[in-house]
């Protein structure tokens, strides 16, 4: 039987607020890239807590990525999904907003997800937009360098199929909870939010 961990909006919230001033001793982004769909809920809160007085919200754009299946045959109220063997990109950056690629370069960008679990989809996002900002930078013949981080609730302490820069790794990778391999049930997936919350009230007091 797949052991779970029921996390609640309550326990998000606190993730993020933990995690903000190491954030922005560390790092101070001008942007956040939220990879959905487990990188919204997360991105906004986290953003409450990296303002600064007199200073704008951090902008926040999301791409989506999808490597999650689920286990066929699994009734709803017990199915868990397993990591995929391929990253699909479902949507890219809202160029309306941004402008062009080439307003993210110079800049800091923190990509933030849920969890950090094979390290596919983490490896996938980095190198994409490292790949897309390089291009402009080239095209704008700018100097600049755009530094990316990453931020996620949890990671998981398991070998990772996945692999990020080394200059990434050290210094601007933050995980406000590492866990061991077991699923992870996040609030925004519950379909019935009150027997989560009864889950994860079960599991703190055994």
């Known amino acids: 039987m797949v052991e779970k961990l029921y996390v609640t909006y309550n326990d998000v919230h606190k ?10 001793a560390d790092f101070k982004p001008d942007l956040m890239i939220a990879i959905g769909g487990g990188g919204y809920v997360p991105a906004r809160i986290l953003r409450s807590f990296l303002k600064q007085p007199g200073s ?3 902008p926040i754009q999301a791409i989506g990525l999808s490597l999650y299946e689920r286990l066929s045959g699994s009734a709803a109220d017990d199915a868990v999904e397993t990591p995929g063997t391929r990253v699909t990109r479902t ?15 110079g800049k800091r960008v923190l990509i933030v997800d ?25 095209k704008m013949g700018s100097d600049l360098k755009t530094e990316f981080g990453i931020f996620v609730l949890h990671n998981k302490d398991k070998p990772k199929k ?13 995980a406000a909870r590492t866990v061991g391999d077991e699923w992870i049930c996040y609030p925004w997936e519950a ?5 989560h919350d009864r889950n994860a009230a079960a599991a703190k007091v055994k």
């Not at 993730?15 to 922005?24: F, G, M, V």
């Not at 890219?92 to 307003?103: I, Q, Y």
């Not at 679990?117 to 080239?138: F, I, M, N």
């Open 15 to 24: 993730l993020c607020q933990e995690s903000a001033p190491k954030i922005l």
């Open 56 to 58: 704008h919200n951090i």
């Open 91 to 105: 949507q890219w950056l809202d160029f309306t907003a941004l402008g062009e690629m080439s307003s993210l370069v």
């Open 114 to 138: 849920e969890v950090d679990d094979t390290r596919t989809t983490l490896e996938y996002a980095v190198k994409e937009l490292q790949k897309d900002v390089e291009e402009a930078r080239a």
């Open 162 to 174: 996945g692999t990020l820069p080394e200059n990434l790794t050290n210094g601007r990778y933050l």
């Open 191 to 195: 379909m019935d939010i009150d027997e």
